[in-house]
């Protein structure tokens, strides 16, 4: 069985333009979570999707993120305009409920200079 | 006061040793505990989660879990150097609330 991906696993761009990220979660998922880890902080939790509504958004830092899971499928994490302080790794997880074991990918490491 | 606190290391064992790994949590709301391990540039992997007082055994790996204190732990038994990873504490408040919170992590070297 697959595990979670996530797509690209690297992304270099300049402040003020837009990134998208993507996660795809292991098959009969319904739960994912995006999660993201800046240099020397712990791993931070930004928002869950139970399929594909929006259970819980309280992590994400400001308006300038934007998370989709049209379909209830792959989700995409998009950052316009992208920030200095929006360097990090950005971790997708999912699980088969929301009492279940969280299995993570290997994350997208982004750096915006 | 951080939510989850682990002491970031090194934590240096011998090969063979136990090692012993320890994370605080403020929220006395939170009901499941989890340790993942993360290897240098990968993805956090499971290795044990706990829910009930007390300690819980699987393989060479035991965690402990003090409510009351706020406290839990894992011990790594016959420490392996491919044990030599950072150690994750999460917890969640369970109830429907599944969001995880993590400690920054401890690191552990395992020395041969």
């Known amino acids: 069985e697959a595990g979670v991906t996530q797509f690209p696993s690297h992304s270099v761009i300049e402040k003020g333009q837009t990134v998208t990220l993507r996660c795809d979660p292991i098959s009969g998922h319904d739960n994912l979570y995006w999660y993201r880890r800046v240099m020397g902080k712990e791993i931070k939790f930004l928002l869950h999707?139970?399929?594909?509504?929006?259970?819980?958004e309280s992590g994400m830092p400001n308006n300038r993120f934007l998370a989709e899971r049209t379909g209830g499928t792959y989700s995409t994490l998009k950052v316009q305009p992208a920030e200095l302080e929006d360097s990090g790794v950005y971790f997708c997880?999912?699980?088969?409920?929301?009492?279940?074991?969280?299995?993570f990918g290997p994350g997208t490491r982004l750096l915006v200079l | 006061q951080k939510e989850v606190e682990q002491n970031s290391g090194p934590l240096s064992v011998p090969e063979g040793a136990i090692a012993s790994l320890n994370c605080t949590y403020s929220d006395q709301g939170s009901q499941s505990f989890f340790w993942y391990r993360q290897y240098s540039g990968k993805s956090p992997e499971l290795i044990m989660f706990?829910?009930?007082?007390g300690d819980k055994e699987d393989g060479r790996f035991t965690a402990q879990l003090n409510k009351a204190s706020q406290y839990v732990s894992l011990l790594i038994r016959d420490s392996q150097p491919s044990d030599s990873a950072t150690y994750l504490c999460?917890?969640?408040?369970?109830?429907?609330?599944?969001?995880?919170?993590f400690g920054k992590g401890t690191m552990l070297l395992v020395s041969p």
């Open positions: 706990i829910y009930s007082n």
């Open positions: 999460a917890v969640n408040r369970g109830s429907g609330y599944s969001t995880l919170t």
């Open positions: 999707f139970v399929k594909e509504s929006k259970q819980d």
């Open positions: 997880a999912s699980s088969q409920d929301e009492f279940q074991t969280q299995y």
